[in-house]
């Protein structure tokens, strides 16, 4: 496998790749990888003949008073776990390689980033929106791969790449969960052994609403209703949101019809914000 730290080396690899007419599955992630960002890697592998994972702590997605230098890093773990899977080329930019001193451009998605986890982030899809164009067009993307827990970034990934006619497919890949239900995060390992334990709480309570929904109810203010009463009976858990909005454009709705439903939440565990989601097809 081909560790590149600069952009100048990754289009190196691709152009050659290019040249022989073969396809190219890009995997964007922050590094400290998991099962997670496993499944992902071997949708790429499966559906092209090179993949590209790309290992970048981007700093522009994380607002001031985030986690930007808390945020894990393992980059010995994540080139053995890309190595063993097949992976072609794992890049690891600086932050310096990727936005040098003069970067005046910024992707804005309208409408779809303005509530959910982007009323408490504002900066936060400008950032991604503008670190994955960055690495579509470095790594000549054919097929881009996104993990639906990130449901909102899902949903204005593939807005922004509609929108502004890039020329690749975004493939969501389904959320992958520890034994418990709680969904896998780089960010589990903020949490201590009590609050591991409460944040099972996330995937409960979704799993109490997907219950009410198999059982008949359309109503989704029943139905967040149902969530919200799990959530609170656990005493570390602090409601940011229990949303439902239609996951196209990701406007709040009334009731489950034949469109496709996201019913999103966040909570925080002690310090540590976590995220859950499901989609009612
Ligand atoms: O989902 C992530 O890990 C990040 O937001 C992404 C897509 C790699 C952009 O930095």
Not at 75 to 97: N, R, V, Y
């Amino acid at each position: 496998m081909i560790v590149a730290e600069t952009i100048a080396d990754v289009k190196k690899y691709v152009k050659e790749w290019k040249k022989n007419g073969e396809t190219i599955g890009l995997v964007p992630t922050m590094g400290y990888l998991h099962e997670g960002h496993a499944s992902l890697i071997k949708k790429a592998r499966e559906q092209n003949d090179r993949v590209v994972v790309s290992d970048f702590v981007n700093p522009t997605q994380f607002g001031p008073n985030e986690d930007l230098e808390q945020y894990p890093r393992d980059f010995e773990a994540d080139k053995k776990l890309c190595a063993g899977l097949g992976a072609d080329l794992i890049f690891h930019p600086t932050p310096e390689e990727m936005y040098g001193k003069d970067h005046f451009t910024k992707v804005h998605v309208d409408t779809l980033t303005a509530g959910l986890c982007g009323a408490v982030r504002p900066v936060h899809f400008d950032g991604v929106c503008t670190v994955v164009t960055k690495l579509f067009h470095i790594a000549e993307a054919d097929r881009a791969y996104f993990g639906q827990k990130d449901a909102q970034q899902l949903a204005v990934v593939k807005r922004m790449v509609h929108d502004l006619n890039y020329n690749i497919e975004i493939v969501g890949c389904p959320i992958v969960r520890e034994a418990d239900g709680l969904a896998k995060s780089s960010r589990n390992t903020y949490l201590s052994p009590e609050e591991r334990k409460a944040a099972v709480i996330l995937s409960a309570s979704l799993k109490e609403g997907k219950k009410a929904i198999d059982a008949g109810e359309k109503d989704l203010k029943k139905i967040t209703d149902i969530i919200t009463k799990k959530l609170e009976t656990e005493p570390l858990a602090r409601i940011d949101y229990v949303s439902a909005v239609d996951f196209n454009l990701l406007q709040p709705k009334d009731r489950l019809d034949g469109e496709e439903t996201l019913i999103a939440i966040a909570v925080y565990i002690g310090k540590t914000r976590e995220i859950d989601n499901i989609i009612v097809r």
